[in-house]
């Protein structure tokens, strides 16, 4: 049974990091693509940043590019998002899903998603 753990969110100040988490469990973690996405309240959920489980290859939204970092730990089958300098804009609910055939930022190729970890940053 394929299943997904998202945590690490919280409440931080604007400037401060954070690290989300997803653990995987029911299959090997680096079988599958994993994606970060996100969504604030009122907006579409959008994709992050995402890790291959061919190459290692890594997607990180404009948005994100210098500031969060995807990295995957295969022995603990985790998957993190290491998220600084956070931006008030930053604040949404972030979810991690998987894939087994890469398809990037395009949620609609993730077949299996975790609960949401909730993250706020305050200005």
């Known amino acids: 049974d394929v299943q997904l753990q998202a945590s690490g969110g919280g409440l931080v100040q604007a400037g401060g990091s954070l690290r989300l988490s997803c653990i995987t469990s029911?299959?090997?973690?680096?079988?599958?693509?994993i994606g970060w996405f996100r969504q604030a309240p009122g907006k579409e959920r959008e994709g992050v940043s995402c890790?291959?489980?061919?190459?290692?290859?890594?997607y990180y939204a404009d948005s994100v590019k210098g500031r969060f970092t995807i990295s995957r730990d295969n022995a603990k089958n985790t998957v993190y998002l290491q998220m600084n300098s956070l931006k008030p804009e930053d604040t949404a609910v972030y979810y991690c899903?998987?894939?087994?055939?890469?398809?990037?930022?395009?949620?609609?190729?993730?077949?299996?998603w975790g609960q949401g970890t909730q993250v706020t940053v305050s200005s």
């Open positions: 899903a998987a894939s087994n055939l890469y398809t990037g930022p395009d949620k609609y190729g993730y077949d299996y």
């Open positions: 029911g299959f090997t973690s680096d079988d599958y693509a």
């Open positions: 890790i291959s489980n061919s190459d290692g290859s890594t």
